[in-house]
């Protein structure tokens, strides 16, 4: 335990039922693993959030923000610290202005990509169908820096609005931002010292005018392609290991000849090598030996060295 009991006190009084303690994050995660949280919490908007952020920082307490838990790996053991999601306070989606041939469009950190794109194709805004079956939320998205061969969050990235301890909502502009290939910089100048609270509440989107037919077409077309080409109906954390430069993943796993390898509950898929999929009461231990299986193989084979795009939380 690392919560003092001082901050256990205040998180039930401050949020009530929104606030448990042993919460299994297995309920909380696309893989459907993962031990108990020290504390779990629903925060439902940003003043809860600013309480939240500030207590955590003077109390010497971890927080971690798990958007919608699509992109990450939970221990099986206790996470220590608080996790926390961004309740109905963050999700709004709309149109904030249009200057230059520009429509920005500002989306809540809790908000999922799919409301993003189906907003802004029934809109007649054009530029984010790159993101149509992303799953997650945009707040994730921006600290990954999602995307997919038809582009990224940084491609399209206006501003992201960023929560300190002690601070107001700061705007941080795209070009004061490093993004890489799925990853965003923690430049301490703009989010703090390592291991210090900081937590996206929102983003700033440069998009552009189209026509909703065409629009609704494409994001038609492309998740149809997605579904074809991508495990569907059971419990993943999308593609597991970035691509190594100039070359795939999941074509590297499927000629090592791993598809279908299992251990435990959990498989690589048959139908994309890059997904790890949880076959049936998977453990996050099953995954972490999967993983590992997978890069000594493809590493012995070919003499590359696979990293996690999954996010591994450790206790």
């Given amino acids: 335990m690392t919560l003092s009991p001082a901050i256990r006190l205040w998180l039930s009084e401050r949020f009530g039922p929104a606030a448990r303690f042993g919460e299994p994050l297995a309920r909380h995660t696309s893989l459907g693993v993962g031990g108990p949280a020290e504390a779990w919490v629903a925060v439902p908007d940003e003043a809860g959030l600013s309480e939240l952020v500030g207590r955590a920082a003077h109390g010497a307490a971890i927080l971690r923000v798990l958007g919608r838990g699509t992109n990450l790996l939970a221990p099986d053991e206790e996470l220590s610290g608080i996790a926390a999601t961004l309740g109905k306070g963050f999700t709004a989606i709309g149109v904030e202005r249009e200057e230059g041939g520009r429509i920005l469009v500002r989306a809540g950190a809790g908000a999922s990509l799919t409301a993003l794109c189906r907003f ?21 998205a921006v600290w990954g820096n999602a995307g997919t061969h038809a582009g990224c969050v940084a491609d399209r990235l206006e501003s992201l609005t960023l929560l300190r301890p002690d601070e107001a909502a700061r ?15 923690r430049d301490p100048a703009l989010f703090g010292a390592p291991g210090s609270p900081a937590v996206i509440t929102s983003a700033l989107f440069a998009l552009f005018r189209g026509r909703r037919d065409e629009i609704e077409a494409e994001a038609r077309e492309m998740l149809a392609r997605r579904k074809a080409t991508q495990p569907q109906g059971v419990k993943s954390a999308g593609c597991f290991f970035r691509n190594p430069p100039g070359q795939s993943a999941g074509a590297l796993i ?28 998977a453990a996050a231990g099953d995954f972490l030996r999967l993983m590992e299986h997978v890069k000594t193989t493809v590493a012995d084979k070919f003499g590359v060295i696979l990293t996690p795009e999954v996010t591994i939380l450790v206790r």
């Fill in 171 to 185: 705007v941080i502009r795209r070009e004061e931002l490093s993004f890489g290939y799925r990853s965003l910089a």
């Fill in 254 to 281: 499927d000629r090592a000849g791993l598809k279908n390898f299992r251990i435990g509950g959990a498989l690589v898929s048959p139908v994309h090598a890059n997904f790890l999929v949880n076959a049936g009461n």
């Fill in 120 to 140: 802004a194709a029934a809109q007649g805004i054009a530029g984010m169908n790159f993101a149509v079956g992303i799953p997650g939320s945009v707040g994730g």
